[in-house]
Nanobody, 122 residues
Framework: QVQLVESGGGLVQAGGSLRLSCAAS????????FAWFRQAPGLEREFVAV????????DYADSVKGRFTISRDNTKNMVYLQMNSLKPEDTAVYYC???????????????WGQGTQVTVSS
């Protein structure tokens, strides 16, 4: 069982930055794949970024490439999403997601956090 707790959301002006954190519990942290998804009001949840267990492999949605960076600290059981050059269209609830196998970018993995709100004002 993996428990995920996100933090770091908030209100920021367009062009600003935020760093989201995901604290994970469970024995399989270092071998688990982690991802961030987001869901804006009235829209379906969408994939944002994913990182491998070692942290050596990452992938991003086209909409955030070059602006967002996913990282992890296996010594602290933490996963991060650094978000720069934020746009109003980045406004959404952001969810941390994890699994011990590859994460499907449409469905997500088995374990989800409760989400953290990110609001970008224009």
């Amino acid at each position: 069982q993996v428990q995920l707790v996100e933090s770091g959301g908030g209100l920021v002006q367009a062009g600003g930055s935020l760093r989201l954190s995901c604290a994970a519990s469970g024995r399989t942290f270092s071998s688990s794949v982690f991802a961030w998804f987001r869901q804006a009001p009235g829209l379906e949840r969408e994939f944002v970024a994913v990182i491998s267990g070692s942290g050596g492999t990452t992938d991003y949605a086209d909409s955030v490439k070059g602006r967002f960076t996913i990282s992890r600290d296996n010594t602290k059981n933490m996963v991060y999403l650094q978000m720069n050059s934020l746009k109003p269209e980045d406004t959404a609830v952001y969810y941390c997601n994890a699994d011990t196998v590859a994460i499907n970018h449409r469905l997500g993995g088995r374990y989800w956090g409760q989400g953290t709100q990110v609001t970008v004002s224009s």
